[in-house]
């Protein structure tokens, strides 16, 4: 199994908890695509600088099929990134399941 073969389903299911059917901003369509593997945007350095290789916000990235509007949004906020273990590690990579539900014995774990 490729190493992100579940990326898209776990993606698809966490934004369905927050977002059952997000619409695109622009075209007021709903017609999006997530692309199949993570993105990264690089973070600046709070000196203005920006490192090589750099500090990176892991993100998925939902592309509007109608008008080519992407949307970037947060892998942490969509509780998709593995708490204590190697940084930048996704959920859904792997074949791991998809992220457990807020309240789940997973979820509760995290805080610990
Ligand atoms: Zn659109």
């Known amino acids: ?3 992100f073969d579940n990326f898209v389903p776990a993606v698809a299911q966490a934004l369905q ?3 059952p ?11 999006w695509v997530i692309n199949d593997v993570p993105v990264s945007a690089p ?10 290789p750099a500090t990176a916000m892991p993100l998925a990235a939902l592309i509007c ?5 992407t949307a970037l949004l947060s892998l942490g ?14 959920a859904g990579a792997g074949g791991t399941p998809p992220p457990a539900a807020p309240g ?6 995290s805080g610990a």
């Open 17 to 19: 908890q927050r977002v």
């Open 104 to 109: 789940s014995a997973e979820s509760a774990r």
């Open 65 to 69: 099929r109608h008008c080519g509007y």
């Open 77 to 90: 906020a969509l509780g998709m990134l593995r708490q204590n273990t190697n940084a930048g590690q996704v």
């Open 1 to 3: 199994m490729a190493p």
């Open 43 to 52: 973070v600046f350095e709070k000196t203005g600088e920006v490192k090589f």
């Open 21 to 31: 059917k997000p619409e695109c901003p622009l075209c007021k369509q709903s017609q």
